[in-house]
DNA sequence: AAACCCTAATGATCAGACCAATGAACAATA
DNA sequence: TATTGTTCATTGGTCTGATCATTAGGGTTT
């Protein structure tokens, strides 16, 4: 038997491509090409099965997995179907949570970022932000401080998540807006995990921090935020801990 | 006929659980309670099924959903099976990707947002990189030299990907870097249909960069890279008008 | 040993069926 | 007439049960 011919180099491992996959992908190409746009329905999974040349289940397949990407949302009953979002940052988060719960970043990591991004999200916010802004802010704030601490937890959680969402709009850019979503939803488990911590007052920092952004303060916010955030670092670390 | 009850309220609107959600909902559930850990393989599809109580396209659909999210790598054959991962930041960025076809963040929202994210990588690379990092980085620009642009565009795409890549790397910040790759990989799209910027050198101005990093002069190594970001979107903006 | 073959396990796909929700057309009613 | 209830076709959600292709491991032959 002959020698193996090693000098023919770096052979590409075959990939095989699943049925469903390829459909995923014409789909999304069609989007690409500006065939498709928001709004659009998709036929029929009975439909498409026919065209595509595939049974029902591997349509079934790629209509999950574009769902699940956030590209179409699935309806039922007559005038139903897959229709095209304008995409959804749900995938997003939901990733950023896997990957914190995974152990494949950790809370010190996480943390960090939040700060990296809203330093970058306050920037642009100082320079952007309308009344309109700061007042849903302020709002936000005070229902805070409406809610006592003990019950009420899950209402106060949503208020801080809103808090970080209402400060992303502000910035009047929708890609940082979304990152700070991932980077601050996936906080929604810990909060209701950990519960409240009744060691300082939240709201009263949160003022604080509104009241600089209001005058453009930009170091002044940061600081606060910077703040803010390490001493709820040190309450969550100290908390799972125990 | 009596009147309708007006006073009870908010009722909640109903949404019903599909199976499969709640199956990957129990299986995230194991995750997070610690029972199940990254390397773990999860009972097969007929099994699970006969355990849950549901159809195996049931079960199929929650793996699929798994394996989107990155959650769960898929293997054919004996001994194949879901085997849980560490996690995968390629959910993310296929999101961004989405979102930007769909119209949802514009290229000018995604540009901004792309310096925002460098400015605080540039930041953590400062002060963290090491010798190591600085010669990988050195290496990549140098196979980008060494590429002529005319051909090999591809690979030349995959060289300012793997850039982008190594700077997050110096962060050190796991999350830091999975957001980089979020608001970098979308780009190859863009670079493959747009063709290469030939009106000026790359190479020269990361290895400019290069060098502010390598003195750790923050300010110079973000004022070269918004300079480098401000000549490619404006080349981007063109082509794609034209 | 090394190459080959067989077999069980398992995801990928298919085919056909029924269920449940949905909305629109239509009928009944006040 | 305006509202309410009914019917019906459409469509995703699920089920059943089957075949195929791939994979790993064990056994057999060379």
Redesign the pocket.
């Known amino acids: 038997m002959g020698e193996i011919a090693r000098k023919t180099g770096a052979f590409i491992p075959v990939k095989?491509r699943?049925?469903?996959e390829e459909i995923c992908d014409q789909i999304r190409g069609e989007i690409q090409a500006g065939n498709l746009v928001p709004g659009d329905r998709?036929p029929?999974?009975?439909?498409l099965a026919e065209q595509f040349?595939?049974?029902?289940?591997?349509v079934?397949?790629a209509?999950?997995t574009l769902e699940i990407s956030g590209v179409v949302t699935?309806?039922?009953?007559?005038?139903?179907?897959?229709v095209l979002q304008r995409g959804d940052n749900q995938p997003i988060t939901q990733t950023m949570h896997d990957l914190l719960m995974l152990g494949s970043i950790s809370l010190q990591d996480f943390t960090e970022a939040r700060v990296c991004i809203q330093k970058e999200i306050i920037e642009l916010a100082c320079e952007r932000a309308t009344d309109e802004d700061y007042d849903a802010i302020e709002q936000n704030i005070a229902r805070t401080s409406e809610i006592s601490l003990a019950d009420r937890l899950e209402e106060r959680t949503e208020l801080t998540i809103e808090f970080y969402s209402l400060l992303a709009r502000a910035s009047k850019n929708s890609a940082m807006a979304i990152l700070m979503s991932a980077i601050t939803e996936p906080l929604r488990d810990y909060l209701r995990r950990l519960g409240p911590d009744r060691s300082w007052n939240v709201a009263e920092s949160r003022l604080k921090f509104l009241g600089h952004l209001r005058r453009r303060d930009k170091d002044a916010a940061v600081a606060e935020m910077v703040a803010h955030m390490t001493r709820l670092h040190a309450f969550m670390i100290g908390k799972i801990e125990s």
Chains 1, 2 share one sequence.
């Open positions: 095989t699943r049925a469903f998709l029929s999974e009975r439909d040349q595939v049974s029902r289940s591997t079934r397949e209509f999950r699935l309806h039922k009953g007559s005038k139903g179907g897959a």
